[in-house]
């Protein structure tokens, strides 16, 4: 007969996963739910995506953007010539972008680290109470994530 799971277990699984990553291994160490049953959850609830979602990070655009620019002044001192006024701007409009969503990542990410602390505090200080916090902090980080993806 399969096992029953809380509301707060479930909610605490897809937290480690699709906010902290952690493998469906790690949480059947950390919550004692099968690693199966984890990737049946993330399959039936779209965990999947809201993980994807967060790996597709405004850190992960702003590298591209950086390796662009890159890409343009390789390319000047290839063909040694300075960069033209359209490559200066576009330089300087990639540059603006790219530090403003590595400002936003560094917030977002700062913020899911005090979630997750928060996280553990409560568990270890009010354990009786974590069924009911649980899905309030799993619903901030989705926005938090969300903001930024």
């Not at 952690?22 to 049946?40: D, M």
């Not at 010539?81 to 990639?94: E, G, H, N, T, Y």
């Amino acid at each position: 007969m399969p096992v029953k799971h809380d509301q707060a277990t479930r909610d605490a699984a897809e937290f480690r996963f699709v906010v902290k990553g952690e493998s469906p291994e790690a949480i059947e160490q950390r919550l004692g739910v099968t690693a199966s049953t984890v990737r049946r959850w993330a399959a039936e609830h779209g965990w999947n995506e809201l993980r994807r979602m967060q790996r597709t990070s405004p850190r992960a655009i702003a590298a591209r953007l950086r390796r662009a620019i890159e890409k343009v002044l390789d390319d000047c001192d290839a063909e040694e010539r300075l960069p033209s006024v359209k490559d200066a701007d576009a330089i300087a409009k990639l540059s603006v972008v790219a530090e403003r969503l590595d400002g936003e990542t560094a917030a977002a990410s700062r913020t899911l680290e005090m979630l997750d602390d928060l996280s553990t505090f409560l568990a270890e200080h009010v354990p009786h109470l974590m069924g009911e916090i649980t899905p309030v902090i799993t619903e901030y980080a989705h926005t938090v994530v969300a903001r930024v993806s």
